[in-house]
């Protein structure tokens, strides 16, 4: 056996199997764990898929939401534990897979067309 297969049959344990399909240019909703004292409640975070890193248990998404103003990105790891849903709310149809050129872009310019070819 080689380490890589040890590897991945270790990570397998790990893996989420209850993801829903993300593409780049989606709206979602991921909900995170955050403890605050003694007390944990989930969060929720809304916002554009700009980015996907794939890889196993290392897949990531990158999240990108207005908030006052001020945009702000998130990386969120998919199968981490901290990350409690995923929830799609709009399908967004974009033509590339990394979608960094929203950053330079204000208001009504930062609109992605939905798509209504994919169930959400």
């Given at each position: 056996m080689s380490a890589e297969t040890i590897i991945r049959s270790i990570e397998a344990e790990y893996l989420k199997d209850d993801l829903p399909t993300i593409h780049v240019g989606d709206t979602i909703r991921v909900g995170i764990r955050i403890r605050e004292g003694g007390?944990?409640?989930?969060?929720?975070?809304?916002g554009t898929v700009i980015a996907m890193r794939n890889g196993g248990i290392n897949e990531t998404i990158t999240v990108r939401?207005?908030?006052?103003?001020?945009?702000?990105?998130r990386v969120f790891l998919l199968h981490s534990p901290r990350v409690a849903s995923i929830k799609i709310v709009r399908r967004g149809k974009v033509r590339?897979?990394?979608?960094?050129y929203l950053r330079d872009r204000?208001?009504?310019?930062?609109r992605i067309k939905q798509r209504f070819d994919r169930s959400l």
């Amino acid at each position: 056996m080689s380490a890589e297969t040890i590897i991945r049959s270790i990570e397998a344990e790990y893996l989420k199997d209850d993801l829903p399909t993300i593409h780049v240019g989606d709206t979602i909703r991921v909900g995170i764990r955050i403890r605050e004292g003694g007390k944990e409640r989930v969060q929720p975070y809304e916002g554009t898929v700009i980015a996907m890193r794939n890889g196993g248990i290392n897949e990531t998404i990158t999240v990108r939401r207005i908030f006052q103003g001020v945009g702000v990105e998130r990386v969120f790891l998919l199968h981490s534990p901290r990350v409690a849903s995923i929830k799609i709310v709009r399908r967004g149809k974009v033509r590339r897979a990394k979608l960094y050129y929203l950053r330079d872009r204000v208001g009504k310019a930062t609109r992605i067309k939905q798509r209504f070819d994919r169930s959400l």
